[in-house]
């Protein structure tokens, strides 16, 4: 079976501190896809970056970086200089057979 | 170019009524797949559908049904609605089957009462 953990549930953090959301994804699968997602209050899911099992070049975005260590089923997000609009919800689901599967998700604060 | 449409955006509905959910896919997509929010929690994978067909299901009840049309649009339908139902219910489609484009909507919230 496939299951996301994200271990922070809540992180707060005031604005322009630099800050990193962990996710390990567990599959016996040997191709798999992982995304990270945003949720804002809104409700819709934003998509971040999709990297599939093969891939373990790290990306970077603007002020966003991902570091996907397939070794140790890591997928972090890290984002540089936070601002108060990157507060939300943040999702690193995954999946092989079409569907995601999602983790609980980590709740980010960043304070002015 | 529209993303994907849900409707209604709020509904509340009573302890044992069925509820009917709405989807128009992102234009170009024809495939379809429905979650379920609860609050608090991760989106749970309910089911995919693809011409016209349920391709794959999570583990819901068989209160919980769904359609494709033609037009590649979507319905998720709950009968006898638990209070436990209450959720964001979110659409998400894709351009082919198997594959990971997703778009998703900004979802239904339902409350059950």
């Known amino acids: 079976a496939q299951k996301v953990t994200q271990a922070q549930t809540e992180i707060s953090v005031v604005e322009k501190e630099d800050v990193t959301l962990d996710c390990v994804y567990e599959?016996?699968?040997?191709?798999?896809?992982l995304f990270w997602y945003k949720q804002p209050p809104s409700g819709e899911l934003v998509f971040l970056i999709r990297?599939?099992?093969?891939?373990?070049q790290n990306e970077i975005s603007g002020r966003y970086s991902w570091n996907f260590q397939k070794s140790t089923s890591s997928f972090n997000f890290t984002i540089t200089a936070s601002q108060v609009v990157d507060s939300a919800v943040y999702f690193c689901?995954?999946?092989?057979?079409?569907?995601?599967?999602f983790g609980k998700g980590t709740k980010l604060s960043v304070k002015p | 170019d529209a993303g994907v449409t849900q409707s209604p955006t709020h509904l509340i509905k009573t302890r044992g009524q069925q509820v009917t959910l709405r989807c128009s896919p992102k234009?170009?997509?024809?495939?379809v797949s429905w979650y379920q929010q609860a609050l608090g929690q991760g989106p749970q994978f309910i089911f995919q559908?693809?011409?016209?067909?349920?391709?794959q299901r999570g583990n819901f009840p068989d209160r919980f049904s769904g359609h494709q049309f033609p037009n590649y649009s979507s319905e998720l339908n709950v009968n006898a609605l638990l209070l436990g139902d209450s959720a964001l219910y979110l659409c998400?489609?894709?351009?082919?089957?198997?594959?990971?484009?997703?778009?998703f909507g900004s979802g239904t919230r339902l409350t059950v009462v």
């Open positions: 599959t016996r699968d040997t191709t798999y896809y």
């Open positions: 998400a489609s894709i351009p082919f089957l198997g594959g990971y484009g997703y778009t």
């Open positions: 990297r599939n099992s093969f891939d373990e």
């Open positions: 689901p995954g999946g092989s057979q079409g569907n995601l599967i």
């Open positions: 559908y693809y011409e016209e067909e349920e391709r």
């Open positions: 234009s170009g997509h024809d495939t």
